[in-house]
């Protein structure tokens, strides 16, 4: 039996998450009136995600209007990688908010006040690095995309499911390193075909996977928002 404490504390849960649906949804309003798509990359730290898309926005160039939104508890050294591109970026630390270690719909919201989604096709969120909670909070996103680096070891989307579950699209990351490492690629895959049927395999470094990734980018931004 739960005691009357606990519900307590289950009922200020479901107030948080109840009002961040409230703004998730006007965020996707406010997207959907400029038809702009929106995908949430999320992902343990160091998991690759700066990398990726570092690979990724110059193979966009000229073919969609791309901008970025970058959150880390503290620094801009993410947007700063991402502004040498030459694609537009706005760099949210969530260290005013209290060091929240997850973006929620509120901070989404003031980052597109200063990243006009009018002017974008294609908004990609790097999510603050961390593979749980960031999975709980829907931003108004278009999609999810979940990045799982080789080196994180192949049980992670067994001990993290909801990451891994709630995402579209699951992106195993840096595969040059697998010949360095006592990774089992197999047991992985695995895994993955309990939770997720759909991912790629890919290294940003060497190029490998990443026109599949790249079209799975192409197919999500011409994909109507519901
Ligand atoms: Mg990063
Ligand atoms: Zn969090």
């Not at 948080?16 to 996707?28: C, F, G, K, S, Y």
């Not at 700066?50 to 791309?66: F, H």
């Not at 929620?104 to 990243?115: F, W």
């Not at 695995?190 to 890919?202: A, G, Q, S, V």
């Amino acid at each position: 039996m739960k005691s009357g404490r606990d519900n307590k504390r289950i009922n200020v849960v479901a107030n948080i998450l109840e009002a961040n649906d409230r703004v998730a949804m006007e965020n996707r309003r406010l997207l959907e009136k400029s038809h702009t798509r929106v995908i949430d990359i999320i992902g343990s730290p160091g998991a690759g995600k700066t990398r990726l898309l570092e690979a990724t926005l110059p193979a966009l160039a000229g073919k969609m209007r791309v901008g970025v939104i970058a959150a880390d508890i503290e620094t801009t050294l993410d947007a700063e990688r991402i502004a040498v591109l030459d694609v537009p970026v706005v760099q949210t630390t969530t260290g005013a908010f209290g060091g929240a270690c997850h973006l929620d719909a509120s901070a989404v919201r003031q980052a597109l006040e200063q990243l006009d989604p009018s002017e974008f096709d294609l908004i990609f969120i790097e999510n603050v690095g961390n593979l749980v909670c960031p999975a709980e909070f829907d931003i108004g996103q278009t999609a999810r995309v979940v990045v799982l680096s080789v080196a994180e070891g192949e049980d992670k989307p067994l001990k993290y499911p909801l990451a891994f579950r709630t995402a579209d699209l699951v992106v195993i990351s840096k595969t040059d390193l697998v010949p360095h490492l006592e990774f089992d690629m197999a047991a992985l895959r695995d895994n993955l075909e309990r939770i997720k049927p759909e991912w790629i395999e890919l290294s940003a470094r060497s190029g490998d996977g990443m026109p599949s990734w790249i079209e799975w980018v192409g197919r999500t931004a011409r994909r109507a928002i519901c």
